[in-house]
C-alpha cells in the first residue's frame, strides 16, 4: 500500500475522519474513537494543519524511527489489518453492489491503494484460499469480536466468482 492507515487519516484530514467514523458508526452501531473528537478539538486536523497523528514538515509526515527488531507484534495483525476488507469486499458482490468481481478489485485497488500486485481482495481470497480466508475471520471472530465475522455471501463466492469469469 502506498502509505498506512494513519499516514491516510493525517492526508484526508482528522475533521474527515471524525465525520466518516461518526456516519459509519451510526449506520453500523459502532462506537467513534474518542482520540479522533479530542484531535480535532485541538486543532490537530493532519497535514492541513501540520500536526494530527504525524507532524508536518513541507508536505511530508514526519515519522519516528521504530526499531522493529525483536518487537511485540501480534502474529495476527496482519490479517486484523487486511482480512475486514476482504471480507467486504465479499459483501460488496454478495449484496450485488458491484457485480463484477474484476471491476470490484480494480476499484480497491485504484480507490484505496490495496496493493495492486495483491490482485485486489478478491483476488487475494482466491489466490489465498478462499475456505482458508473465511475460517481465518471466524478464528478471528472468536478471539476478537464480531467485527470479523464472515459475510455470510462467503458460501455463494466460488459461484459468484465462477459465473462472473
Not at 493525517?10 to 458508526?25: E, M, P
Not at 476478537?144 to 459461484?159: C, E, K, N, Q, S
Request: hydrophobic share 40%.
Amino acid at each position: 500500500m502506498p502509505m498506512g492507515p494513519v499516514e491516510l487519516v493525517d492526508s484526508v484530514g482528522i475533521d474527515v475522519a471524525l465525520n466518516v467514523s461518526r456516519v459509519l458508526g451510526k449506520a453500523f452501531d459502532r462506537p467513534v474513537p474518542e482520540q479522533l473528537a479530542d484531535m480535532v478539538d485541538a486543532g490537530h486536523l493532519g497535514r492541513k494543519s501540520g500536526q494530527g497523528f504525524y507532524t508536518w514538515e513541507d508536505g511530508k509526515a514526519r515519522k519516528p524511527a521504530v526499531d522493529t527488531t525483536g518487537a511485540d507484534l501480534p502474529d495476527d495483525l496482519q490479517d486484523r489489518l487486511m482480512l475486514p476488507m476482504v471480507n467486504e469486499a465479499v459483501a460488496c458482490l454478495s449484496e450485488a453492489v458491484v457485480e463484477d468481481p474484476d471491476l470490484l478489485d480494480a476499484g480497491v485497488i485504484f480507490g484505496t491503494g490495496f496493493a495492486p500486485f495483491r490482485g485486489g481482495p478478491l483476488r487475494y481470497a482466491r489466490d489465498r484460499g478462499i475456505d482458508e480466508v473465511r475460517q481465518r475471520l471466524q478464528e478471528l471472530a472468536e478471539k476478537h469480536g464480531d467485527r470479523f465475522a464472515p459475510h455470510p455471501g462467503w458460501a455463494d463466492l466460488p459461484a459468484m466468482l465462477r459465473d462472473a469469469g
